[in-house]
C-alpha cells in the first residue's frame, strides 16, 4: 500500500505515543478517487487509533487497518438495512439551495431545525423555502437563518473561507488538541482500571459516559464499546436523536434519558461521572457548562479522569458556538466547491462521497481518548482533548496531493452481518480495526431508545 497520512501528531503530548511506530494498513490506497485524499483521511484516522489502542495495551503491531473495512465504517449508514429498509439519510428540507447569488446548504433532519427554518424563511411550504432564498444573498439567508437557532451555511470557496472570520480558529492547532494533566495534579483516583489481558475485549470494565449526538461523537463510543467499554449515552427527552442514526451508531452502549434541567436528572448525571473513566461530550460550546459539566468543571472536580469534547467549528472564534454539521463544514471550508460539477441545469455545489469529517473525527476522538488513557495507566493521571470537525477539514486539505497519480480502485462489496433487535432484523458492517488479522466485531446490537438505568453495569 501507499503510504498513510500520520495524523498522530497531537497524540504524541503524552509521552508514551511520542516516536511509536503506527499501526499497520493493508489493502486498497485509493477507492473513492476526487480531488481530496478523502481515503488518506480515512485510513489515518483509524491508524491513530489503532495506534494508540496497541500502545495503551502494550502490544504494538496487534491492532491493525484495512482498507476495505475502513471504506464501509465509513459508509455504516448507508450499508445499513433496517428490516429490509433503506435509511433515508438527509431530509428534503435538507441540501444545497439556490440564492440570489449562489448557493447555501441548508440542514433539516431534526423537526426543531426544520421548524427553525421554515420560522426564519416565514415560510409555510417547502415551496416558500426555495422562493425566499432565491430574493437573497447566500450570505444573508446564513445570517438570518443563524439568527432564528436554524442550521444553514453559505457555499463558499476556499478562498472566500480563507477571508472569513472564521477559517484562522479553525485552522489553528493540531487535528487532535490534546492536554494531559500535570501528574502533580492529580488527586485521588476514582478509578483503577486498566486494560483486560484480552485482545478483543481490552476495555472491558473501563466507563465511558456519552454526552454526544448524531454521528461523530458516537462513531467514537460505538468502537469504544466494541473494544469492551460500558458505554452509557444520555440524551435529552425533549430533543430525540434520529432512529436511523441512532440504531446505525447504537452497537455496543446502553441509552438514558435525562433533563438536565431536572436537578433530579442533573444529580444523576454528575454521579455517574464521580466514577466514570471517560466523559465525551459533542455539545455545542457553552451548552454544558451552565450544567457543571464543561471539559474544566469536570477535571476540577476529577483530575485523574478523561475528558473529550467535539464541536463543529472549534473551541475559539466567532462561530464557536454555532450550530453545525458535517455537511455545513463542507459547504463553509471550500468542499463543496471543490466537489461541484456541471450538468443539465449549470454548475451546482458538491459533496464528499461520505460524511468522512464526522468519522474521521469519530475515531480521532476515539484516539484522544485511548491516548489518555495510556497516559492515565502509567501515571494515574487523566487529560483533555479537543477535535472539531471544521479542524479535521482542514487536515483533510493539507494532506498531500500526491494520491492523484494512483488509479482508484473500487472495493468489493463489503461483508455484511446479519443480526436481531428491538428494531427488527439488521444487516450493518463492522468496525474498521482487526485484532491479529481478524475483523473486530459488534457484540451487542442497539438497545431499545432510552430503555437503560443511568447506572454502570
Known amino acids: 500500500m501507499e503510504p498513510v497520512p500520520d495524523l498522530t501528531a497531537g497524540l504524541a503530548e503524552v509521552e508514551a505515543l511520542r516516536n511509536v511506530r503506527p499501526a499497520s494498513c493493508t489493502g486498497s490506497r485509493r477507492w473513492w478517487g476526487g480531488h481530496l485524499d478523502v481515503e488518506g483521511l480515512a485510513l489515518g484516522s483509524v491508524q491513530s487509533a489503532a495506534t494508540a489502542l496497541g500502545v495503551l495495551t502494550d502490544s504494538p503491531g496487534r491492532y491493525s487497518v484495512d482498507s476495505g473495512l475502513t471504506a464501509a465504517s465509513f459508509d455504516s449508514l448507508g450499508h445499513l438495512r433496517i428490516a429490509g429498509r433503506k435509511p433515508q439519510g438527509f431530509a428534503p428540507s435538507s441540501g444545497f439551495r439556490r440564492t440570489a447569488d449562489g448557493w447555501i446548504r441548508l440542514h433539516a433532519n431534526y423537526?426543531?431545525?426544520?421548524?427553525?427554518?421554515?420560522?426564519?424563511?416565514?415560510?409555510?411550504?417547502?415551496?416558500?423555502?426555495?422562493?425566499?432564498?432565491?430574493?437573497?444573498?447566500?450570505?444573508?439567508?446564513?445570517?438570518?437563518?443563524?439568527?432564528?437557532?436554524?442550521?444553514?451555511?453559505?457555499?463558499?470557496?476556499?478562498?472566500?473561507?480563507?477571508?472569513?472570520?472564521?477559517?484562522?480558529?479553525?485552522?489553528?492547532?493540531?487535528w487532535i488538541s490534546?492536554?494531559?494533566?500535570?501528574?502533580?495534579?492529580?488527586?485521588?483516583?476514582?478509578?483503577?482500571?486498566?486494560?483486560?489481558?484480552?485482545?478483543?475485549?481490552?476495555?472491558?470494565?473501563?466507563?465511558?459516559?456519552?454526552?454526544?449526538?448524531?454521528?461523530?461523537?458516537?462513531?467514537?463510543?460505538?468502537l469504544l464499546g466494541a473494544l469492551g467499554a460500558d458505554v452509557l449515552r444520555i440524551d435529552p427527552p425533549f430533543l430525540p436523536e434520529l432512529p436511523e442514526a441512532f440504531i446505525d451508531a447504537g452497537f455496543d452502549k446502553r441509552s438514558a434519558e435525562a433533563d438536565f434541567r431536572n436537578t433530579g436528572d442533573l444529580a444523576a448525571i454528575h454521579?455517574?461521572?464521580?466514577?466514570?473513566?471517560?466523559?465525551?461530550?459533542?455539545?455545542?460550546?457553552?451548552?454544558?457548562?451552565?450544567?457543571?459539566?464543561?471539559?474544566?468543571?469536570?477535571?476540577?472536580?476529577?483530575?485523574?479522569?478523561?475528558?473529550?469534547?467535539?464541536?463543529?467549528?472549534?473551541?475559539?472564534?466567532?462561530?464557536?458556538?454555532?450550530?453545525?454539521?458535517?455537511?455545513?463544514?463542507?459547504?463553509?471550508?471550500?468542499?463543496?466547491?471543490?466537489?461541484?460539477?456541471?450538468?443539465?441545469?449549470?454548475?451546482?455545489?458538491?459533496?464528499?462521497?461520505?460524511?468522512?469529517?464526522?468519522?474521521?473525527?469519530?475515531?480521532?476522538?476515539?484516539?484522544?481518548?485511548?491516548?489518555?488513557?495510556?497516559?492515565?495507566?502509567?501515571?494515574?493521571?487523566?487529560?483533555?482533548?479537543?477535535?472539531?470537525?471544521?479542524?479535521?477539514?482542514?487536515?483533510?486539505?493539507?494532506?498531500?496531493?500526491?494520491?492523484?497519480?494512483?488509479?482508484?480502485?473500487?472495493?468489493?462489496?463489503?461483508?455484511?452481518?446479519?443480526?436481531?433487535?428491538?428494531?427488527?432484523?439488521?444487516?450493518?458492517?463492522?468496525p474498521p480495526l482487526s485484532v491479529d488479522g481478524t475483523p473486530l466485531s459488534y457484540r451487542q446490537p442497539p438497545v431499545r431508545y432510552g430503555s437503560s438505568t443511568p447506572t454502570w453495569q
Request: charged share 15%; with cysteine; aromatic share 6%.
Open 111 to 174: 423537526p426543531h431545525h426544520a421548524a427553525r427554518l421554515m420560522e426564519a424563511l416565514s415560510a409555510t411550504v417547502p415551496q416558500d423555502v426555495d422562493r425566499a432564498l432565491t430574493s437573497m444573498t447566500s450570505l444573508e439567508a446564513e445570517a438570518v437563518i443563524v439568527a432564528h437557532r436554524g442550521v444553514a451555511t453559505a457555499v463558499r470557496s476556499r478562498e472566500e473561507w480563507f477571508s472569513s472570520d472564521m477559517y484562522s480558529a479553525a485552522s489553528t492547532g493540531p
Open 178 to 222: 490534546l492536554a494531559p494533566h500535570d501528574v502533580q495534579s492529580k488527586g485521588p483516583a476514582a478509578s483503577s482500571w486498566v486494560p483486560s489481558e484480552d485482545p478483543l475485549l481490552p476495555l472491558d470494565g473501563l466507563k465511558v459516559l456519552d454526552l454526544t449526538r448524531v454521528i461523530a461523537g458516537p462513531t467514537a463510543t460505538r
Open 271 to 430: 454521579g455517574l461521572v464521580s466514577s466514570a473513566d471517560v466523559v465525551i461530550t459533542g455539545y455545542r460550546n457553552g451548552v454544558l457548562e451552565r450544567f457543571g459539566l464543561g471539559q474544566d468543571a469536570l477535571l476540577v472536580a476529577r483530575p485523574d479522569l478523561v475528558v473529550v469534547t467535539l464541536s463543529a467549528w472549534g473551541s475559539s472564534g466567532p462561530w464557536r458556538e454555532r450550530r453545525g454539521f458535517d455537511s455545513l463544514v463542507q459547504a463553509a471550508c471550500g468542499i463543496a466547491v471543490s466537489y461541484g460539477q456541471h450538468g443539465d441545469d449549470g454548475w451546482k455545489p458538491g459533496a464528499l462521497p461520505v460524511q468522512a469529517l464526522d468519522h474521521a473525527t469519530g475515531y480521532g476522538l476515539a484516539a484522544a481518548v485511548l491516548t489518555l488513557l495510556a497516559g492515565r495507566v502509567r501515571t494515574g493521571a487523566g487529560g483533555s482533548a479537543t477535535l472539531s470537525l471544521a479542524r479535521t477539514a482542514e487536515e483533510l486539505f493539507s494532506l498531500p496531493s500526491s494520491h492523484h497519480g494512483i488509479p482508484a480502485t473500487p472495493l468489493p462489496e463489503p461483508e455484511y452481518i446479519v443480526a436481531d433487535s428491538p428494531y427488527g432484523q439488521l444487516r450493518f458492517v463492522g
